[in-house]
């Protein structure tokens, strides 16, 4: 069993390798992103910041702390299921914290930033949560739901960056 699980780990090393390095990547992107405007972000801290700028970093960093950790050599199949699962229990939590939700409900914000900034964020932790459930339980669909999710947490990232961006640009000019 132990052999079986090095070589589905081996064979998932350069997916992890690549989601790490690109998770690191867009999180110095974001700290550039991010000083670009360092007024508006300023006036906008109380709700801005903690509802649509930090979650960015959290999902970046999710992405290159994930594949770290599914890169260390010798962790079993229970030990990773058990760390994604209150990784991403936490990271829920840590979704609630920024109140999105309120903040969205509050400025008027379309559905489509709901989707993006609240719903699939909160789907992306679910299913890390689900696949560590899974490692905890020997599912074969595990290892790809890991992947799913991160992909999704960088895709869901990249797109709220380039709002913020879009935002930050509109806000200047006012």
């Given at each position: 069993?132990a052999?079986?699980?090095?070589h589905?780990?081996e064979?998932?090393?350069?997916?992890?390798l690549?989601?790490?390095t690109?998770?690191?990547?867009?999180?110095g992107l974001?700290?550039?992103?991010?000083?670009?405007?360092?007024?508006?972000?300023?006036?906008n801290?109380?709700?801005?910041?903690?509802?649509?700028?930090?979650?960015?970093?959290?999902?970046?960093?999710?992405?290159?702390v994930?594949?770290?950790?599914?890169?260390?050599p010798?962790?079993?199949?229970?030990?990773?299921?058990?760390?994604l699962?209150?990784?991403?229990?936490?990271?829920l939590?840590?979704?609630?914290?920024?109140?999105?939700h309120?903040?969205?409900?509050?400025n008027k914000?379309?559905?489509?930033?709901w989707?993006?900034?609240?719903?699939?964020?909160?789907?992306?932790?679910?299913?890390?949560?689900?696949?560590?459930?899974g490692?905890?339980?020997?599912v074969?669909?595990?290892?790809?739901?890991?992947g799913?999710?991160?992909?999704?947490?960088?895709?869901?990232?990249?797109?709220?960056?380039w709002?913020?961006?879009?935002?930050?640009?509109?806000?200047?000019h006012?």
């Amino acid at each position: 069993m132990a052999e079986s699980w090095t070589h589905e780990l081996e064979k998932w090393h350069d997916f992890f390798l690549l989601i790490g390095t690109a998770g690191v990547t867009l999180t110095g992107l974001l700290f550039v992103v991010v000083s670009l405007g360092p007024g508006v972000i300023a006036r906008n801290r109380a709700s801005g910041v903690r509802a649509f700028v930090s979650p960015n970093a959290v999902y970046f960093t999710t992405a290159l702390v994930v594949a770290a950790v599914l890169l260390v050599p010798a962790l079993s199949r229970m030990e990773i299921g058990a760390l994604l699962c209150v990784g991403a229990l936490a990271a829920l939590a840590y979704l609630g914290y920024t109140k999105a939700h309120a903040q969205w409900r509050q400025n008027k914000l379309d559905v489509l930033d709901w989707i993006w900034f609240v719903g699939l964020p909160f789907a992306a932790y679910l299913l890390l949560f689900f696949a560590g459930t899974g490692f905890l339980f020997a599912v074969d669909f595990s290892m790809h739901a890991v992947g799913l999710a991160l992909i999704l947490l960088l895709v869901i990232g990249i797109r709220n960056a380039w709002d913020l961006v879009i935002f930050i640009s509109h806000k200047q000019h006012e």
